[in-house]
């Protein structure tokens, strides 16, 4: 029956296209998607600019050479919003060639508000003249409707047009490609690489500006929740600062985009690598150790915040043995054990229970605990079965005099969480992930893709969760986040950033497997293969070479803080 089938569409000079809906569209073989459609497009719904052909993420530009299933990508899509912002820097990248071909352009990181911080070494601080005749450039692209042209080429020849142009990043990355061609993309005979897909042509790139950030810019673009207009820009400067750190900790490693960390394993100077990153991490708990030391007459209780696989569980753990080589013993508060019953829990606008809202959390309960154990007295508290979804009474603890109070959870920094405590009792520490090492000066490392990797790991080992159910669940953690999370970050008194330069190298060989058993055909496969393509740019390291009280042992496993808890007192009067 499949071959009869086959012979009737190769008898036929048209394909038919059909969409979720049940809706046929029909047009001669070898039509792009995109002109398919073109027709179902309306002009006051979200953009589309990809799709999802036969269970594979497709350009517009494919060209359909038989029946398929179609599914439109739109800009509230994360796919969909990744092609935009992918297009949307090669946009900023020629118009900045145009006006500056003789300085380097880097893009740096993401801003919470829908933005990616870029900087120009030649040119500090950018100047206002300078953004304006750059967007403006950009915008003249756009009326022109340029396409975007994509074409495969040898790695070789690839090779010698970044080597003609100078660009060494590129080239370092180039050396690890594995295959033989290399796909890159041409706007006015200006090329480059970019890691995933774009739209055809220049035209669809309508939402954007460019404002002044710090000693640099920032590109601005639409968020998926509102396609078609841009969020306020929001004041950053802690999070801007975590990134300059980091930014400096490359430096210090003499790592400063992928492949010259495949160069250091290359090289056998991984250990150093690790080393000196841990040595990193240390240093910056022990600072927020003696901080919190200093304020130790004043603060009672130590917040930690952060969204979903950034370490928080570990950082506590290492923050609590720092704060006893400061002779502070604090007393770990578990916010979970506060949640309402289940029945009580709110629910988001599917229906579904909202364990992320802050109404989840018994706040009343929760303040009044604190603040007897801060006046001395003997408290029951709170224990959450789980199983049952049910608050029941828990164990009964009194502090020693003057002891501190951690309290670690997604809300640590929400003014709700201690509604009326004083906040000068209080020291919150936001704690993420915050990669700022990039494939190269073009081609970001999403701090979502770390935490994602992370977090398959680690539900595959604790939870027994396959990558494909981990996957399935990480759109509705990442929108959790940020409603619960992010408004909060900068009201944090430090951060602290969990992530580690070498760390896709360690994660690569443990979690490449799991994302080879997400099924073809489901909607997890194609964020699963979008993982491996990335992943495939990383040389893999021995995980065996990571310290055992490492941040990310949290997520390869074998952590020697994983049972770690404070010594009880001995005196049956406290805890």
Same mark, same amino acid.
């Given at each position: ?52 052909? #036969? ?64 900087? %120009? ?127 400096g900790w490359l430096e ?51 917040l930690i915040a952060g ?169 509705? %953690? ?81 952590s020697i803080l994983k ?7 001995? #005196?049956?009067?406290?805890?």
């Amino acid at each position: 029956m499949n071959e009869k089938i086959k012979i009737i569409e190769q008898m036929r000079n048209t394909v038919e296209v059909i969409l979720p809906n049940g809706m046929v569209l029909s047009g001669p073989r070898h039509t792009t998607v995109g002109e398919f459609l073109k027709k179902i497009q309306d002009p006051i719904k979200p953009q589309i600019v990809g799709a999802i052909v #036969n269970s594979d993420l497709r350009e517009l530009t494919f060209k359909v050479a038989a029946d398929a299933n179609v599914t439109p990508i739109d800009m509230t899509h994360s796919d969909g919003a990744r092609i935009y912002r992918r297009s949307l820097t090669f946009l900023l990248e020629v118009a900045f060639l145009d006006l500056y071909p003789e300085w380097t352009l880097t893009i740096d990181h993401s801003v919470s508000s829908g933005a990616y911080y870029c900087h %120009v070494p030649e040119a500090v601080p950018f100047k206002q003249d300078l953004l304006d005749d750059l967007e403006n450039r950009m915008r003249d692209l756009v009326d022109e409707d340029a396409p975007l042209v994509k074409e495969k080429v040898p790695l070789s020849e690839a090779k010698a047009f970044f080597r003609k142009h100078d660009q060494d990043d590129k080239l370092r990355l180039l050396n690890y490609r594995p295959g033989d061609d290399l796909v890159l993309y041409d706007l006015h005979g200006k090329r480059d690489y970019h890691h995933g897909y774009m739209v055809p042509s220049t035209g669809y790139l309508k939402w954007f500006d460019l404002r002044l950030v710090d000693e640099g810019f920032v590109l601005r673009f639409p968020r998926r929740h509102a396609p078609d207009r841009l969020s306020p820009l929001a004041s950053n400067p802690q999070l801007l600062a975590a990134f300059r750190q980091y930014g400096g900790w490359l430096e210090t490693l003499g790592i400063q985009s992928v492949g010259a960390l495949n160069d250091a394993i290359k090289e056998s100077r991984i250990n150093e690598v690790i080393l000196v990153s841990e040595a990193l991490h240390a240093q910056q708990i022990s600072r927020i150790a003696n901080d919190i030391r200093k304020r130790k007459d004043h603060a009672r209780v130590i917040l930690i915040a952060g969204p979903s696989s950034s370490g928080k569980t570990t950082f506590a753990k290492r923050l609590t043995i720092q704060l006893l080589t400061e002779g502070i013993s604090p007393f770990a508060l578990e916010m979970d054990n506060y949640f309402v019953d289940r029945e009580a829990t709110p629910k988001d606008e599917f229906g579904e229970y909202d364990f992320e809202h802050i109404d989840a959390v018994n706040r009343s309960v929760l303040n009044e605990h604190i603040k007897q154990l801060i006046a001395g007295k003997r408290v029951q508290l709170r224990h959450y079965n789980f199983k049952k979804g049910v608050n029941e009474p828990g164990e009964e603890v009194q502090l020693q005099p003057g002891q501190m109070i951690i309290l670690e959870g997604i809300h640590g920094l929400n003014p709700k969480l201690l509604e009326g405590f004083p906040s000068e009792q209080t020291y919150r520490v936001y704690v993420s992930c915050l990669t700022q090492l990039n494939l190269d000066r073009h081609n970001r490392i999403s701090t979502t893709d770390t935490r994602e990797l992370r977090r398959i790991l680690r539900d595959s080992r604790d939870r027994g969760y396959t990558a494909q159910q981990t996957i399935s669940q990480w759109e509705m %953690v990442r929108r959790g986040e940020k409603r619960h999370i992010y408004p909060y970050q900068e009201n944090a008194d430090v951060m602290f950033n969990s992530a580690l330069a070498y760390e896709l190298t360690s994660l690569k060989p443990l979690v490449e497997p799991l994302l080879r058993q997400v099924p073809y055909g489901t909607m997890e496969y194609i964020e699963a293969k979008r993982l491996l393509k990335f992943l495939q740019w990383f040389l893999p390291i021995d995980h065996n070479l990571i310290p055992d009280n490492s941040i990310l042992r949290e997520f390869i496993g074998d952590s020697i803080l994983k049972d770690f808890k404070i010594w009880q007192h001995t #005196n049956p009067k406290y805890y």
